[in-house]
């Protein structure tokens, strides 16, 4: 074999034994990750069946729930980051199930969080109606010891991202849960349940934390409390309405 020969064989060598142990160590990095990822899904189911077991008591509590929604973010953060890993190590032809699985784990959490979003949000409205319900016959007694005024249950309106109402909505939430001494993962709970279509797809990238509340305050005060884009709509509006009294009517 001639030295060219040989230098060849040798280059071609030392390239499939580089290639064997970067694949040998994909594997390795993949069935780790796969470990990890799974680790992340027990602790996850753990927090699934203990929320499970709240909303099956009809005498919990607030707290608990908050508490359990905020764990069972945590858990799903955490897991999300992993599945995320073990999706770009996985060859193509595993991919599709992979997702299918995720996806299907995903579901459960996002209907258990909606469920557990509207019972925190019904504590919470009985919380406060308790408490405007104390404040008013306390007033009350003081102002006459034989009357008692009970109050009626607080509604709170909702808001669907109609820039008009706004103010309103705001104004009314403010006064009422945000001004409130509730922690922030309350107030975010129930703000999140007052909200539909376009004003709920404004703050549907964020998870139900304390730290997200004022994050969430802000984009929606931003998408649909500046005073100049107000303003306009009511404008705009008065337009339309001017607009459509020229029609002719129709016989």
């Known amino acids: 074999m001639s030295t060219s020969g040989a230098i060849a064989a040798i280059n071609s060598l030392v390239l499939l034994t580089v290639n064997v142990t970067v694949s040998n160590m ?27 077991a709240l909303l099956d008591d009809e005498n919990c509590d607030k707290v608990d729930i908050e508490e359990s929604l905020t764990e069972i973010n945590t858990r799903w953060s ?5 599945n995320s890993q073990v999706e770009s190590l996985l060859p ?3 991919l599709e199930q992979a997702v299918a699985d995720a996806g299907a784990l995903y579901d459960e959490v996002r209907v258990l969080r909606k469920d557990a979003t509207r019972r925190l949000a019904k504590l919470v409205g009985n ?20 009357q008692t005024v009970q109050l009626p249950k607080l509604e709170l309106p909702r808001f669907s991202g109609q820039v008009t109402e706004w103010p309103s909505f705001w104004d009314k939430f403010a006064a009422t849960i945000d001004s409130s001494t509730l922690p922030d993962v309350t107030k975010f709970t129930y703000l999140h349940s007052l909200l539909d279509g376009e004003a709920r797809r404004a703050i549907q990238g964020l998870t139900l934390t304390s730290n ?16 100049e884009q107000i303003i306009f709509s009511h404008i705009q509006g008065l337009l339309d309405l001017r607009c459509d009294s020229k029609l002719p009517a129709i016989s």
């Open 26 to 52: 994909a594997d390795l990095d993949l069935e780790a990750t796969k470990k990890n990822r799974e680790v992340a899904v027990r602790w996850l189911n753990r927090e699934i069946r203990h929320i499970k």
């Open 78 to 82: 955490t897991l999300d980051d992993w």
């Open 92 to 94: 193509e032809q595993e």
């Open 127 to 146: 919380a406060v109606s308790d408490v405007e319900s104390e404040t008013g016959a306390s007033s009350a007694a003081s102002g006459a010891s034989l």
């Open 212 to 227: 997200h509340y004022n994050i969430a305050c802000g984009l929606l005060q931003e998408r649909f409390g500046r005073k």
